[in-house]
């Protein structure tokens, strides 16, 4: 075969690859998400029903109707989660963004989370859970402890982190020890967690308010403890989106860079082949409940000192299970959940704006589950674009290698 | 009948350590420093045709005679454990049974405990776990993890609301509740069986799906709509003639919904097609070895389609009961966890029918219990008391109450060779 011919072939085969490779299939199950909410939009409109009844008459204005219930409905969540063309200055016209940004940052930390038991092959559905301790620990420093400005966010953030990871390498040491399955236990720990938060805002000597009204909360944090505003007073985006940021920036250099990550990567590729090469498969599974943990704890303390409000039980605000939907359109890599979580960012953000002009929020909701339900069967994305189906042989890597390669280096 | 492969496996010491540590809390805490206080345990109704009267106690007295008693059955858990059996789920019943009513006693000192109420609505409370624990068996029994049992009995609940208000009739809204919760099974199916997709992430990512779309609807549609399609009212309630005057066991069990009876009967059913026929052992031999199922002739795929199908379908008549079986109306996301409650309690009753339906029933009362504790005494931290079923599950899960062991082939997709 003359290498022209072997060239030609490789190049068809990397086309095939891109096309049925991770991004294609990403840009196309959003775009399917995003129609499928579009779908429950118009067929929950009145105007659009109406005209269902003279369809065959005047097909234009059930049309008509479908296309602007949609335009409407997303136009909404474009003016409250990006730019508002409608405010008198530019300032409050951006401030739709940087609220995507706050509402974003708990997401993509604790989606870094999830996403890293996804490289390990574990299943952390207990994002809640760990949220919830992270957010005991982070609470406490910063509504009961005393300390200057700067260093008490700090230590209130390191305490978030732990008091997750350690609730995070409780469950790595009891599948260690006993086999005993992660989502079982990440789930039980999740209710027993939100009780026991429940219990210490009830109880005065821990974490209750001082002027408590009979209902769980606790005291909102110490001002020398709250996360600063990050671009003036005029907006609510605060430092959370810079530790979330350093997060990816962490998650990315652990995961692709360091020997830590090879070593979780290798397990979640083949444990047994991993035990074989003399890593301890069990206690990799502790330090990746924990680290995994410790990244929801980032996303904890952005709950407990994002806002000058005490913290109720209901202020996990579902971020640890939003995370397994951040994760998993992220496809578990650090670019990909910050992406995915600036994403559901928006749909928070953009949710009053759609209230505002009567279309359901909730729609969003469909929206999300859409775009994973696609994402998590990447043969019916295949079977409905009539993708190519994933080929064995790595002929983009072939090509990649002939690129970037300098004289044979393996 | 106990010729199982668990059988060969040793039996423990744990599980009469745990039990003999809590019967001793009981005597400590609920007896010796229990509260003073007479209890009545009121266990006819007025309205009963026989009236018996009410038991009153000394709540410690009876706090360090439960303790006595559990340590006992304990006891009796070490001598089966030195001859390497197990005890008998009975034995383990009356001893939750002996532990609730401590537990009972020693909230309501100085007051009465309605009996029949509290046990009926236990039950009542436990319907929606124990049908959606049934789903879970069938599907784990045949190898495939269903985690969308929530999402299962989410959309039974909407389904159940929504066709009864508009059609008037019960019947119509259960099998619509039936039938969608088993199109979701066969998605899960053919996902797992077909795609050979991640069964975890398919089961989250149909809960997650379905939290939003009967969100969206109950917001656009349900809310202002609701009298005509959110005002189904509730199934009658049918008196079984002459069972439901028996004291006690009568007002609790035969004086029901439909839906609890079709609960009550569906577990022993489902025990004796699992256990006692051709079709179960076909069922579990493709949980545990899909390749010897295969060998000899038994069509894998099919059978775990059908079997989680029909599960699914038991799950969404679990969601019905929810509604139109106590509540009434659909509310927003009401199935609050129950689903994965339901999953906890198929591995509490390791795989068995039978004992996954008491296991439900403990939270049953769980949950009742925190209701009515708040009730009878302020004060108490009902927050711990809900969470004791969760932490048993933990328990039981990490092995310390004898080994649960799943289907060999769970979560394992099968492809032929």
């Known amino acids: 075969m003359s290498d022209v011919k072997k060239n030609e072939e490789s190049m068809a085969q990397a086309v095939k690859e891109i096309l049925s490779g991770g991004l294609t299939r990403t840009v196309l199950s959003v775009l399917l998400g995003f129609l499928v909410g579009a779908l429950f939009m ?91 301790f992270g957010m005991i620990f982070a609470t406490f420093v910063a509504t009961r402890l005393e300390l200057p400005f700067v260093l008490h966010t700090i230590v209130a953030l390191i305490a978030g982190i732990v008091g997750a ?57 110490a001002e020398t403890a709250l996360l600063p505003k990050l671009i003036g007073d005029n907006y609510s985006l605060h430092w959370g989106l810079i530790f ?102 928006a749909f928070k953000a953009g949710a009053p704006s759609m209230q505002v002009i009567g279309v359901s929020p909730e729609v969003l909701g469909i929206v999300q589950g859409a775009i994973v339900l696609f994402i998590a069967a990447p043969p019916l994305i295949r079977a409905i674009f009539r993708l190519p189906a994933v080929q064995n042989s790595n002929a983009l890597g072939a090509i990649r290698k002939r690129l970037f390669s300098r004289g044979g280096a393996k | 009948m106990s010729m199982n492969i668990q059988t060969e496996e040793k039996v423990g010491f744990k599980a009469p350590i745990v039990m003999s540590s809590l019967g001793l809390l009981v005597l400590v805490l609920l007896g010796f420093l229990g509260r003073e206080g007479m209890v009545a345990f009121e266990i006819s109704r007025r309205t009963d045709v026989v009236q018996l009267p009410a038991i009153d106690v000394d709540s410690s007295t009876l706090g360090i005679f439960s303790g006595i008693v559990m340590i006992a059955i304990s006891g009796f858990a070490l001598w089966r454990s030195m001859q390497n059996k197990r005890t008998p789920i009975w034995v383990l019943t009356v001893y939750g049974a002996v532990g609730i009513t401590v537990l009972l006693g020693w909230l309501a000192a100085g007051a009465t ?24 068996v069938m599907s784990e029994r045949v190898g495939i993890t269903n985690i969308a049992i929530e999402g299962q009995l989410l959309s039974g609940a909407f389904m159940a609301a929504v066709v009864s208000s508009i059609t008037g009739s019960f019947t119509l809204g259960i099998i619509a509740a039936m039938v969608t919760a088993a199109l979701m099974s066969m998605v899960l199916a053919t996902f797992s069986i077909v795609f050979l997709a991640q069964q975890i992430i398919v089961g989250v990512v149909l809960n997650v799906l379905v939290i939003g779309i009967t ?62 026929t051709r079709l179960g052992l076909r069922a579990r031999a493709v949980g545990e070895h899909p390749l010897a199922a295969d060998t000899v002739g038994v069509n894998v795929a099919r059978t775990r389609f059908w079997w989680v199908t029909i599960g699914g379908a038991i799950a969404g008549l679990g969601g019905a009961a929810l509604t139109i079986g106590n509540a009434g109306a659909f509310g927003r996301e009401m199935s609050g966890g129950f689903g994965f409650i339901a999953l906890a309690v198929v591995i509490l009753g ?27 005494s302020p004060g108490i931290p009902t927050d711990f008391i809900t969470m004791v079923p969760y932490l048993v599950t933990i328990i039981a899960v990490v092995g310390f109450v004898g080994k649960s062991i799943p289907p060999k082939a769970l979560a394992v997709p099968y492809t032929k060779g």
Do not use: C
Request: proline share 5%.
């Open chain 1, 42 to 132: 118009i067929g929950s409109n009145k105007e659009f029903i109406e005209a269902l009844g003279y369809l065959f008459s005047r097909p234009s204005d059930a049309l008509g109707a479908a296309v602007q219930v949609v335009s409407e409905g997303y136009g909404a969540l474009f003016r409250g989660a990006i730019y508002n063309a409608d405010a008198d200055t530019f300032e409050k016209a951006i401030r739709p963004l940087t609220e995507t940004l706050r509402l974003g940052a708990p997401l993509i930390a604790a989606g870094l989370g999830i996403g890293l038991t996804f490289r390990v092959g574990l299943f952390n559905i207990g994002g809640t859970g760990q949220l919830i």
């Open chain 1, 165 to 221: 990871a350690l609730l995070g390498a409780m469950v790595g040491f009891l599948k260690a020890r006993t086999g005993a399955h992660e989502v079982i236990l990440t789930i039980m720990l999740n209710y027993i967690a939100l009780y026991f938060f429940t219990f210490l805002m009830r109880n005065p000597a821990l974490l209750q308010e001082t002027r408590a009204t009979g209902n769980p909360k606790a005291d909102p944090a």
């Open chain 1, 244 to 345: 979330a940021l350093l997060a990816v920036v962490v998650f990315w250099w652990l995961m692709e860079r360091s020997t830590i990550g090879f070593r979780l990567r290798m397990v979640g590729f083949n444990p047994d082949a991993a035990r074989a090469a003399g890593i301890n498969v069990e206690k990799t599974y502790i330090l990746a409940m924990a680290l995994s943990a410790g990244f929801v704890g980032v996303a904890a303390a952005n709950q407990s000192l994002g806002v000058a409000v005490g913290v109720t039980p209901s202020a996990h605000a579902n971020i640890g299970f939003d995370a397994i939907t951040v994760a998993l359109l992220g496809g578990s890599s650090g670019p990909g959940i910050l992406l995915a979580g600036l994403l559901f960012g």
């Open chain 2, 113 to 136: 405990v309605p009996v029949t109420f509290i046990a009926g609505t236990a039950l009542v409370l436990a319907v929606p776990i124990i049908l959606g624990a049934m789903g879970g």
């Open chain 2, 215 to 276: 969100n969206f609807l109950y917001q656009q549609w349900l809310t202002e709509d609701g009298e005509n399609v959110n005002f189904p009212g509730t199934l009658e309630i049918i008196k079984i003639p002459v069972l439901s005057d028996i004291p006690v066991i009568g007002p609790i069990l035969f004086e029901n919904r439909i839906t609890v009876f079709l609960a009550l009967v569906i577990v022993p059913v489902l025990w004796f097609i699992l256990f006692k």
């Open chain 2, 350 to 376: 390791r795989w068995h029918p039978i004992s996954a339906a008491l296991a439900a029933l403990l939270f049953g009362f769980s949950i009742i219990l925190r209701v009515w504790a708040n009730q009878v």
